[in-house]
């Protein structure tokens, strides 16, 4: 059973525009949202996070929006960098340790 | 401060074999966190273990195990390997078992022939 679903599969973006990555989750135990993102060869790193309470998030160039009533959650990437060429999972946590992972979205920023 | 160190790197088994795989968590990290990662299946979670103890397990048979040290360091076994296990094993280490952020390695890629 998949608790979260990740869209889309992969998208390309010019150079300064917005990449946006949603995801919609079933569990209403969640209680955590990270992203991570991972390049080739290397393992996730968090990006940035987000708890139920709160709507939105923003850190740098990166912001989630989250919906509690529908839930869905959602990554903007803003100014997009060939460096941001990569692929990004959002992520949901109840109790304890265990992340539940969507299925990623490769990304590509053309210069 | 030193990441999350995994090793081997990269390993390559044969059906029915064994293999181990090594976590170092990040200094003063209780809690590794194991996971799966493969193309078809994307990233599972495996187990996870604070203070010695398993606190969590996912859906995974009893073929994949593990163990963590009082140093924190965690092992993490897979015996009869089957070729579905290749995939590129995560480790993410907490300060504790409920703390929120994860740190990840760079993972073992395990190829089994």
């Known amino acids: 059973q998949q608790q979260v679903k990740q869209s889309p599969q992969s998208l390309i973006v010019q150079k300064g525009g917005i990449s946006i990555i949603n995801c919609a989750y079933e569990?209403?135990?969640?209680?955590?949202f990270p992203w991570y993102q991972q390049f080739p060869g290397k393992g996730p790193a968090l990006l940035i996070a987000?708890?139920?309470?709160?709507s939105e998030k923003k850190e740098g160039r990166f912001t989630i929006s989250f919906n509690k009533s529908a839930k869905q959650f959602s990554l903007h990437i803003m100014d997009s960098q060939p460096g941001d060429s990569a692929t990004y999972f959002c992520?949901?946590?109840?109790?304890?340790?265990?992340?539940?992972f969507g299925g990623g979205t490769r990304v590509l920023v053309k210069p | 401060k030193a990441g999350v160190t995994q090793t081997p790197r990269y390993l390559i088994k044969t059906r029915g074999q064994q293999v181990t795989l090594s976590c170092s968590p990040i200094?003063?990290?209780?809690?590794v966190s194991w996971y799966q990662q493969t193309p078809g299946q994307g990233l599972q979670f495996l187990f996870e273990?604070?203070?010695?103890?398993?606190?969590n397990k996912g859906n995974f048979p009893g073929r994949f195990s593990g163990r963590q040290f009082s140093n924190s360091r965690s092992e993490m076994n897979v015996s009869t390997l089957e070729l579905g296990d290749s995939a590129l094993y995560l480790c993410?280490?907490?300060?504790?078992?409920?703390?929120?952020?994860?740190?990840f390695g760079p993972g073992t890629r395990l190829l089994v022939l």
């Open positions: 993410a280490s907490s300060l504790t078992s409920t703390q929120e952020t994860q740190y």
């Open positions: 569990n209403t135990a969640f209680d955590y």
């Open positions: 987000i708890r139920p309470d709160v």
């Open positions: 992520a949901a946590k109840a109790a304890g340790n265990k992340l539940t």
């Open positions: 200094s003063g990290h209780r809690s």
């Open positions: 273990y604070f203070s010695e103890t398993q606190r």
